[in-house]
């Protein structure tokens, strides 16, 4: 049930036709976890939080650095050194009291990565590709949806993964370019608030979904465009 | 077969700018061949050391992904061909 003052904070997107009182309900009973607190994570878990998702669970293992800064926006400079699941959860607390955000300090493995996502959606938000296939295992065999989104530079993708329907990550990544990643802060902004709005329209049951699309914005041409994805019929995950 | 190769962003410094190259072949692995003969800095992020195409580079050919066995199969006149790099940044 949602109070008076979540009513008001929520007023303007229960506005949205097909949002109504009863989409804002969903949101509050929502579990998702963000796997990542960096660059997409903050620009993620910033939209689920002040959209009203009930339940965050942050997963991330790492501390706040200097070089973080130009694009980690839920972390500023008197948090350097501090855990970002902690300058994370105080940040999304005070963005939004009605909610409840869980955080876990943990760098995933295959040991853990089925205990840390439990029944809930999964959100990508990592930097590298061996914990988002392990995400996308624990998708696969759980058939929980999968929100995946990378960044090069000014370069972003976006999909979203309906186990059992699309294409799952390992139907896609068979590796990734080595070495240090190059980003400026407005294009995990961007993919992560796609990211946020995929998982926003997937609890509420609404519009059209990045199922088996593939979306790449690049930022310097300013152009964002869309591919067909398939599912591989040798992937060893999800065939 | 006239193919258009879409060239994706982190391509592009490789072309002197442009999104969009013309080329003759009769399959993907024809039109690769081509783009990068006349802008030969591109093979070292197309090719392993080995010589081996990368993995990591996603083929499209007008808008849907093709997989590995396809790369020889044949291009219609007007197709478009687009690849990019497997990126993995958050």
């Given at each position: 049930?949602?109070?008076k ?58 501390k ?34 009605h ?43 759980k ?18 993964i ?78 | ?25 009769n ?19 197309l090719?392993?050391?080995?010589g ?15 997989s ?6 044949p ?12 990126i993995?940044?958050?």
């Open positions: 049930m949602l109070s003052r979540e009513l008001a904070r929520y007023e303007r997107q229960i506005l949205i036709p097909g949002w109504s009182k009863s989409g804002q309900e969903k949101l509050k009973k929502a579990k998702v976890l963000v796997a990542g607190a960096g660059g997409l994570g903050s620009a993620i878990l910033t939209y689920l939080a002040v959209a009203g998702v009930g339940r965050i669970r942050i997963i991330d293992g790492d706040v650095e200097l070089s973080n800064l130009n694009r980690q926006v839920l972390h500023s400079d008197k948090d350097i050194g501090r855990n970002k699941i902690d300058s994370a959860k105080e940040k999304l607390e005070a963005l939004n009291p909610i409840s955000v869980e955080a876990i300090k943990a760098t995933i493995d295959e040991n853990n990565v089925f205990d840390l996502v439990a029944d809930y959606l999964i959100v990508d938000a990592m930097d590298n590709l061996p914990a988002r296939l392990l995400l996308n295992r624990v998708a696969v065999k058939s929980l949806p999968l929100f995946h989104g990378a960044v090069y530079g000014f370069e972003g993708r976006a999909t979203t309906v186990p059992g329907k699309t294409a799952c990550l390992r139907c896609l990544y068979q590796g990734v370019i080595p070495g240090k990643t190059p980003v400026v802060g407005v294009t995990p902004a961007i993919i992560g608030c796609i990211q946020a709005t995929e998982v926003l329209k997937y609890i509420l049951g609404t519009g059209e979904l990045l199922t088996d699309r593939l979306l790449i914005y690049d930022g310097l041409s300013m152009k964002f465009s869309e591919v067909r994805l398939k599912k591989d019929p040798n992937c060893c995950e999800c065939k | 077969m006239d193919v258009t190769i879409k060239i994706s962003s982190l391509f592009r410094k490789f072309t002197n700018g442009q999104d969009f190259v013309k080329v003759t072949g399959n993907t692995i024809e039109c690769l061949h081509e783009l990068e003969s006349r802008f030969p800095k591109m093979k070292r992020w090719y392993d050391k080995q081996n195409l990368r993995p990591q580079i996603w083929f499209f050919v007008n808008g849907q992904k093709i590995a066995d396809e790369l020889t199969k291009l219609n006149d007007g197709d478009e061909l687009f690849f990019v790099l497997a993995s940044g958050g």
